[in-house]
């Protein structure tokens, strides 16, 4: 039995009305990944924000290597050994990758800056993760999982000796999610903690050693990975059995008529000669990774870029759209995969976030009626299971899952014919998930073609009819019923075809 | 979707309550935190104005009533306009330029023997032209409003120097039915036109900033641009309009000016711009754009005005006057930072 690193004992915290923690004990060691899971609002975040010096719990202490901490602040935290690579970066994207790196240093006292030291420093730690990234280059100018090892980087050289990693590969493709797992196990061959926060079961069991479930506020139990199975294990997450994760698939008919029809469809630079049909009542898949060109096809589909060759038809109808408006009034939509940047009003409330598109349908006269857009928001709140106070609610102040379902409420205000989803379940927990699964089944009963763009292979092969996987700007090829499996999909998603 | 068994979601524990009843209560609560902020503005105006009213005995009268609305009731239109381009997320920093520059040459070309009413109409026209380059500067090449308007409002101000060499124009020669905008009563009730003309625009664009799809989709666009992109609204054409609306009020704000001031300084209205962000803020507008009332800036812009006349009437130096609407803005703010920060928890 080791001696832990850190220990949290009987930590519970408050925040007006919810309890997120209550009377949480629980054990880090060293030289161990420890998966931390449960659905969003279990408590997880508040937990690791009280080890990370972010919050200050309203009882337990927390301790390291044996003595108690008092954490002021995430400075606090990581001066004392405990880092935190945040889920939305945390770097100073105009300064360069060695400012950010030893910004803390630099920040104390007033000296004169020994640049060359600082960069060949940089290099050195860097390089101790296979990174070739330039020290003196701006992290504006990196990509997502550069930025991620600058701030991984960045707490090691401070000597961490437990590093907190929250839904690490939510923005990275599959090979650099490959890169992290190797850093993760450098990291725990030197001997640190690592604390992994994930959604992903499939990485859990990849990396981790233990693992630990939270469920409203309450730590429900800890186990060695090796000793527990998925379903066991979502089994304590949720509190109960989850049946029915994926709605039962369509019957396959081959006499259906198409609903959207792409033809060549070129954007220069980013992809070419795309071609694929949607059919009514069908959910079709993008598979491909980050990057190979799929977002950037449903962008142009529906007139948000404009192509440089190619055409789509509408119903056998050509259709050619200036800007998204004219692609809305065909009924087409469009669900962003960035929910909180380009999907959401979060000042705004509820009532106003499902209204946007069509205004004129709670208006007359140009004038907004305020009981009617309440009475539509009120319909889709019931509709779709969104737990809201009210709908003159913030959406801000929603979980992730409700987000994304006033998101999805205000597309389908419109009556689209077909729906384009990019991720419609990033960042959301299991059961806002599978509600959204039979939803977008639902969708397709009704006749609805549905394409369904994701980078979790689960669910593209649990939840589609047919799955187009896309390489580098090509649609490698269209896979249907057994065709579609995990291998057959990483195999034309990642491979170079010689 | 309702057939699907799901497990609860954890959200904030209040949110069972799904009852009809419950959901209204709940709503209002909220819109009333909302609207605090205009109601902080309310409750600092009537403490001073009973303090005031104790203090002195003229400070009630029709006439110092008269005067103090008329002291900002020409800004006040420009403070419509600023408060409609920060909702959108914008700033324009051109309008006392644009109020200075048409007043001169609405005068000039009157004094060049053009007909008044075809010489205003001239004026707006400057206006729409002013405003229009600002949202082309800002929609099309780029530049941050800040800049944009900015440097156009350096031109419009160097451009009315230039026009009137740097001289006021006397206007004392203009016609009664045009100086009546500016001067004239409503025959036996004492109020001045301009005031009633004032209410008016500020009620019609209160009711619309609370009702008309259009400038609901200017708070749109205000809270998230990208979003708003996303939900198929042209948000090109929104910014632009807003910055013509500014170059609108503004040119009319300065043809008012004349009106009531019987002549166009190049000078006037110099520095306005930031009394006017300052009135937007007091009254709960954000420089980040999405939010802000008409109501709650002509509260602001009041407030500040009162002071102002109460500073005079208690015989305090001109001097102070900026110093206390610092102060004020400072406290405004705060109080904003304070209770958004609570709301947050």
Redesign the interface.
């Known amino acids: 039995m080791q001696t832990p690193v850190l220990e949290a004992r009987h930590i519970s915290k408050r925040?007006?009305?919810?309890q997120a923690l209550d009377d949480v004990t629980i054990a880090f060691n060293a030289g161990e990944v420890h998966a931390l899971i449960g659905?969003?609002?279990?408590g997880k975040s508040t937990l690791m924000n009280i080890v990370g010096g972010i919050h200050a719990p309203d009882s337990g202490e927390v301790l390291l290597e044996g003595a108690r901490l008092d954490l002021k602040s995430p400075h606090d935290a990581l001066m004392l050994g405990i880092g935190f690579v945040h889920q939305e970066l945390a770097l100073c994207r105009h300064l360069s990758v060695a400012e950010n790196v030893f910004m803390v240093e630099l920040g104390a006292g007033i000296r004169l800056i020994d640049f060359a030291h600082l960069y060949r420093e940089t290099e050195r730690l860097l390089a101790s993760f296979g990174s070739e990234v330039n020290p003196r280059q701006k992290v504006s100018e990196l990509s997502v999982s550069q930025q991620q090892v600058v701030e991984i980087v960045k707490a090691i050289s401070k000597n961490c000796r437990v590093l907190i990693f929250d839904e690490p590969t939510a923005a990275l493709t599959q090979t650099e999610t490959e890169t992290l797992f190797r850093i993760i196990e450098t990291l725990k061959a030197k001997g640190l903690c690592v604390i992994y926060i994930s959604h992903r079961m499939s990485e859990i069991y990849r990396i981790c050693d233990r693992v630990s479930v939270l469920?409203?506020g309450r730590l429900i139990d800890t186990e060695l990975v090796s000793g527990i199975d998925q379903v066991s294990l979502v089994h304590k997450m949720?509190?109960?059995e989850?049946?029915?994760v994926y709605?039962a698939k369509n019957e396959r008919s081959d006499e259906k008529s198409p609903v959207l029809e792409v033809t060549g469809l070129t954007l220069d630079g980013v992809y070419s000669d795309v071609s694929f049909s949607l059919y009514h009542g069908e959910i079709l898949g993008f598979a491909g990774l980050v990057g190979s060109g799929r977002t950037e096809v449903a962008r142009t589909i529906c007139g948000?870029y404009r192509r440089s060759a190619g055409e789509t038809r509408l119903d056998g109808k050509l259709i050619d759209f200036h800007?998204?408006?004219d692609?809305?009034s065909s009924g087409i939509v469009?669900l962003?995969e960035d929910r909180k940047?380009?999907?959401?009003?979060?000042?705004?409330s509820v009532a106003?976030n499902i209204s946007?598109?069509d205004?004129?349908a709670v208006?007359r006269y140009?004038?907004?009626d305020?009981s009617r857009e309440?009475g539509l928001a009120?319909r889709f709140v019931?509709?779709?299971?969104i737990?809201?106070?009210?709908?003159?609610?913030k959406v801000?102040?929603?979980?992730g899952?409700?987000q994304q379902k006033v998101l999805i409420s205000?597309l389908l205000n419109v009556k689209p014919r077909v729906v384009l989803m990019d991720e419609p379940t990033r960042g959301i927990?299991i059961?806002?998930k599978?509600?959204i699964y039979?939803?977008l089944r639902?969708l397709a009963s009704e006749g609805v073609g549905v394409v369904m763009i994701s980078s979790e292979l689960p669910e593209i092969i649990g939840v589609c009819d047919r799955v187009a996987v896309m390489y580098e700007g090509t649609i490698r090829g269209v896979l249907a019923g057994d065709e579609i499996n995990e291998q057959a999909i990483i195999r034309m998603a990642c491979l170079d075809e010689n | 979707m309702a057939k699907v068994e799901v497990p609860p979601e954890h959200t904030a524990p209040d949110t069972s309550a799904s009852t009809g009843g419950a959901r209204m209560s709940i709503g209002k609560r909220l819109r009333i935190l909302g609207g605090f902020r205009e109601a902080t503005t309310l409750v600092i105006m009537i403490l001073i104005c009973v303090v005031m009213s104790i203090i002195s005995p003229y400070f009630m009268t029709a006439n110092n009533i008269r005067t103090t609305v008329l002291s900002f009731s020409i800004n006040g239109l420009v403070v419509i306009a600023m408060t409609v381009v920060l909702i959108s997320g914008g700033i324009d920093l051109s309008v006392g330029a644009v109020m200075a520059l048409v007043g001169v040459i609405t005068g000039s070309l009157f004094l060049a023997k053009v007909n008044i009413w075809i010489a205003a109409f001239a004026g707006v026209g400057i206006g729409v032209v002013i405003g229009t380059l600002n949202g082309f500067f800002v929609t099309r090449v780029g530049l941050s409003p800040f800049i944009a308007t900015l440097a156009m409002g350096n031109i419009a101000r160097g451009a009315s120097y230039v026009i009137s060499r740097g001289m006021p124009l006397p206007l004392q020669s203009l016609p009664p039915d045009f100086k009546y905008i500016g001067r004239g009563m409503i025959g036996g009730t004492g109020i001045p036109f301009l005031i009633l003309l004032f209410a008016i625009v500020v009620i019609a664009f209160d009711f619309l900033s609370r009702r008309s799809t259009i400038i609901r989709r200017i708070y749109y666009v205000g809270s998230s641009e990208k979003a708003a992109r996303f939900s198929g609204i042209n948000v090109t054409r929104l910014r632009m309009g807003v910055y013509i609306l500014a170059g609108v009020l503004g040119a009319i704000a300065g043809v008012f000016s004349i009106s009531r001031f019987n002549s166009a300084t190049p000078y006037y209205a110099d520095g306005v711009e930031m009394i006017l962000i300052s009135a937007c803020v007091i009254g709960g507008a954000s420089l980040n754009g999405g939010e802000g009332t008409i109501f709650g800036s002509i509260l602001g812009i009041a407030l500040l005005a009162v002071i102002q006349g109460s500073l005079i009437l208690m015989d305090v130096s001109v001097y102070w006057q900026q110093l206390v609407t610092g102060l004020i803005l400072l406290i405004a703010v705060s109080l904003d930072f304070l209770t958004h920060r609570k709301k947050k928890q």
């Open positions: 925040f007006t009305a919810t659905e969003n609002g279990a469920r409203d949720v509190g109960r989850l049946t029915d709605p948000l800007d998204y408006r692609a809305i469009y962003t940047a380009e999907g959401l009003f979060l000042e705004m106003s946007v598109i205004l004129d208006s140009k004038l907004i305020r309440h009120s019931k509709e779709m299971g737990k809201v106070a009210g709908v003159a609610s801000r102040a929603l979980s899952g409700n205000k927990d059961g806002a599978t509600q039979h939803l639902r």
